[in-house]
């Protein structure tokens, strides 16, 4: 089974298309700096955050991906800095990114509504390792040694915000790599992700959170997440969540009094998939370090 399914994904990447290429999260909103860096800071606290995703869950060499970030305001909180770091792994290949990020907050414009603008600089590896597999054309140089290459990364963001909503768009990756004739990795896309979310509040014990995220690439059909969830107190959520056309799940949270927040999230295709898999699954853990000054306000809620 693993041969086979290894093979799929060789022969997915050998054929250089384009299509999605960035890994795929359900929990985004619990770690938006991953591919947006205006998001960096604006928790007023040094918050880190730590995803690990077990994607279509009964498949050998199926995908598996973890996230790392930290950020924290500075200077008022007008400036915040941090660093998000992802390791991904679908069969033979591979894919790393440690990034650097900086985000400017603008004062209030009006009505309490604020612009963030944020950057991120650092190295993205890619690359395969095919020489477990059965290969019928032994001059191929995807069969013969393990490919790894590793190049600069930039990505841009920018973020309109008020206390109950937001609205932003980013470009995670700004530079399309070309990584060789030899390589089945193909090239580097550059993908667009827009997002929005607003809060209801019922009560002031119980309110309404909804949220969607749309990423799009050239050459391939746009992904559409939206999530809604109800938080009990700030301390305790539970929500739905449905990627159209591919998925629907469950997700939820608790805050813990000192600081700590556990995130979890699974979710089911609808597509073929639907009988050959146990879900995909996240497990998510952050913490918040520090307390927010007494005249800081929370720019959002999500």
């Known amino acids: 089974m693993k041969k086979y399914f290894l093979l799929f994904f060789a022969f997915a990447l050998v054929c250089t298309s384009k299509g999605q290429q960035d890994a795929q999260v359900s929990l985004y909103l619990r770690n938006p700096v991953q591919y947006n860096p205006a998001h960096a800071g604006l928790d007023g606290t040094l918050r880190t955050t730590a995803i690990s995703r077990m994607q279509w869950t009964g498949w050998e060499g199926a995908p598996r991906t973890q996230f790392f970030s930290a950020h924290a305001p500075a200077f008022r909180n007008r400036v915040g800095a941090g660093l998000a770091v992802m390791n991904d792994a679908s069969g033979a290949r591979s894919q790393r990114e440690f990034m650097l990020?900086?985000?400017?907050?603008?004062?209030?414009?009006?009505?309490?509504?604020?612009?963030?603008?944020?950057?991120?600089?650092?190295?993205?590896?890619?690359?395969?390792?095919?020489?477990?597999?059965?290969?019928?054309?032994?001059?191929?140089?995807?069969?013969?040694?393990?490919?790894?290459?590793?190049?600069?990364?930039?990505?841009?963001?920018?973020?309109?915000?008020?206390?109950?909503?937001?609205?932003?768009?980013?470009?995670?990756?700004?530079?399309?790599?070309?990584?060789?004739?030899?390589?089945?990795?193909?090239?580097?896309?550059?993908?667009?992700?827009?997002?929005?979310?607003?809060?209801?509040?019922?009560?002031?014990?119980?309110?309404?959170?909804?949220?969607?995220?749309?990423?799009?690439?050239?050459?391939?059909?746009?992904?559409?997440?939206?999530?809604?969830?109800c938080w009990l107190y700030d301390v305790l959520s539970f929500g739905a969540m449905a990627r159209i056309g591919e998925g629907v799940g469950l997700q939820a949270s608790y805050r813990f009094k000192d600081g700590f927040r556990f995130h979890y999230a699974v979710d089911f295709p609808t597509n073929g998939l639907m009988t050959r898999s146990f879900g995909s699954h996240e497990i998510g853990l952050a913490w918040d370090y520090g307390k927010r000054p007494v005249a800081y306000k929370s720019p959002r809620h999500f």
């Open 101 to 229: 990020q900086a985000a400017y907050h603008l004062p209030e414009l009006t009505k309490g509504i604020h612009i963030s603008a944020g950057l991120s600089l650092g190295l993205e590896t890619a690359g395969y390792d095919f020489q477990n597999l059965t290969a019928y054309d032994l001059d191929e140089p995807a069969a013969i040694q393990p490919f790894n290459e590793t190049r600069f990364a930039s990505g841009f963001g920018i973020m309109a915000h008020a206390d109950m909503w937001y609205v932003s768009f980013s470009v995670p990756q700004l530079l399309e790599n070309d990584l060789g004739t030899t390589s089945p990795v193909g090239q580097s896309l550059r993908h667009h992700y827009t997002s929005a979310g607003y809060a209801y509040a019922l009560s002031s014990l119980l309110e309404l959170r909804g949220a969607a995220l749309v990423k799009t690439v050239s050459g391939a059909p746009a992904v559409i997440d939206v999530n809604a969830e």
